[in-house]
Nanobody, 122 residues
Framework: EVQVVESGGGSVQAGGSLNLSCEAS??????MAWFRQVPGEKREGVAS????????YEDSLKGRLTIARDNNNMNIVRLQMNNLQPEDTAMYYC?????????????????WGQGTRVTVSS
């Protein structure tokens, strides 16, 4: 069974940066993605990457995010987030599944981590 574990969340001031990490264990997983959710709101896709290096970002977050796979372990994905703002405060979840195309639809992913919290203060 595939297990997904996130790390790297924390508290930063506005304008700061964080690097989130996600590892999927159990077998090679072609697609990995990051989502975020604020209590009471829908889960939002942030960034995704597939086995061929295809990348998709949520339009409103482009320019502030970089998603990449680890060169030594393809089941590790990192999300660099820059110029963080208070509205980026959320629980960030990593998701993984076998796929062809990178998507930001949560129903495309069967395996989920427990989440890592990101808090941005003004």
């Amino acid at each position: 069974e595939v297990q997904v574990v996130e790390s790297g969340g924390g508290s930063v001031q506005a304008g700061g940066s964080l690097n989130l990490s996600c590892e999927a264990s159990g077998e090679y997983i072609s697609c990995m993605a990051w989502f975020r959710q604020v209590p009471g709101e829908k889960r939002e896709g942030v960034a995704s990457i597939n086995g061929d290096g295809q990348i998709k970002y949520e339009d409103s977050l482009k320019g502030r995010l970089t998603i990449a796979r680890d060169n030594n372990n393809m089941n590790i994905v990192r999300l660099q987030m820059n110029n963080l703002q208070p509205e980026d405060t959320a629980m960030y979840y990593c998701a993984a599944d076998r796929c062809r195309a990178a998507t930001l639809f949560d129903w495309d992913y069967a395996y989920w981590g427990q989440g890592t919290r990101v808090t941005v203060s003004s």
